[in-house]
């Protein structure tokens, strides 16, 4: 940031009165420009048949790690909820449309200021394609996930953490859990 | 946002190439400036001796909500976590030290572009004081709490499903869970 977004002034990083952060601060109208997290939410599309489970993948076809698979995830919007972003976003890069189940996994990813949220879903047919964003869409066992292609720590971290809870969950009758977990550095440099 | 934050030149409200969302566009450099939902943190500071259980809370010394009472929350920062977040402002705005347990609620707030987290968690001792952001600071039990007095609904809505949860988890044995609710209008008008 090098000019003020209401006066166009330009700013100055320094630490405002009552404060104790560096910011963006405008030199003639002193506004403060705050910079926060970004939430990234997602979906794990689940299709389900004769016991058999397969996830929902995505080739990513834009930078970042283009090329790379990831579940349907996006930057949240204003105005919409975090069910909203998930179930919005699954439609728009997959072409999927989804049941939405409770949260299943958040994520901080403090270096590159983002915090991840990712839903349990469900399928609802196999009517997907791959949208805007994606090379190609499709579905993969655990045994069929190209692991060494994931595009983040964060898909691949909620990834393991779902086939392991799925086994628990049906060996023990019991519940998902909420998993969290802090994602310090990058899964690759490119 | 009227100008542009890295030429200073004015910027419209439009539709970028490839996008279905209206966004500040730079009429000059062409840089797009994205808004996304901040997230607010808090934590649900508990103290229990003898078997009462009582929550730490906060009354407002800012605007909104000057005068009401509200548990430790706070925007969460750049470089930080989530648990990072309920730790720092549960420190700066009642001065108390707490052990961080598991996400106890998600709020959507689409209205004001927001997201709350609250986290349970265990005052370590009783040495806590009011910091700038409050008039006082004060341990509720159940009954004590100023139920007509709560500054927003995500707080509100966060203690009573608390207690809810506790006298279940007292009752059956059981474990929390996450509570996960859209908050669509304000508590109050001032």
């Given at each position: 940031?090098?000019?003020c977004?209401e006066?166009?002034?330009p700013?100055?990083?320094?630490?405002?009165?009552?404060?104790?952060?560096?910011r963006?601060?405008?030199?003639?109208?002193?506004?403060?420009h705050?910079?926060?997290?970004?939430?990234?939410?997602?979906?794990?599309?689940?299709?389900?048949?004769?016991?058999?489970?397969?996830?929902?993948?995505?080739?990513?076809?834009?930078?970042p790690?283009?090329g790379?698979?990831?579940?349907?995830?996006?930057?949240?919007?204003?105005?919409?909820t975090?069910?909203?972003?998930?179930?919005?976003?699954?439609?728009?890069?997959?072409?999927?449309?989804?049941?939405?189940?409770?949260?299943?996994?958040?994520?901080?990813?403090?270096?590159?200021h983002q915090?991840?949220?990712?839903?349990?879903?469900?399928?609802?047919?196999?009517?997907?394609?791959?949208?805007?964003?994606?090379?190609?869409?499709?579905?993969?066992?655990?045994?069929?996930i190209?692991?060494?292609?994931?595009?983040?720590?964060a898909?691949?971290?909620?990834?393991?953490?779902?086939?392991?809870?799925?086994k628990?969950?049906?060996?023990?009758g019991?519940?998902?859990?909420?998993?969290?977990?802090?994602?310090?550095?990058?899964?690759?440099?490119?």
């Amino acid at each position: 940031m090098k000019f003020c977004s209401e006066c166009a002034h330009p700013v100055s990083s320094q630490v405002p009165p009552d404060d104790n952060r560096v910011r963006f601060v405008c030199n003639n109208c002193g506004a403060i420009h705050y910079q926060n997290p970004k939430m990234v939410i997602g979906s794990i599309p689940v299709w389900e048949r004769d016991g058999e489970l397969r996830i929902l993948l995505c080739k990513r076809a834009i930078e970042p790690q283009y090329g790379y698979w990831t579940l349907p995830a996006v930057f949240m919007e204003n105005d919409e909820t975090t069910g909203d972003a998930a179930c919005r976003e699954t439609l728009e890069e997959a072409g999927a449309r989804i049941e939405l189940h409770e949260l299943f996994s958040l994520l901080n990813v403090p270096h590159v200021h983002q915090v991840h949220l990712f839903y349990r879903a469900t399928l609802r047919d196999l009517d997907y394609a791959a949208g805007a964003e994606s090379l190609e869409v499709g579905l993969f066992s655990e045994t069929e996930i190209p692991w060494d292609e994931i595009a983040f720590p964060a898909v691949d971290i909620t990834l393991r953490a779902f086939f392991a809870d799925i086994k628990r969950v049906r060996q023990e009758g019991s519940q998902f859990r909420l998993h969290t977990q802090d994602v310090l550095k990058p899964m690759r440099s490119r």
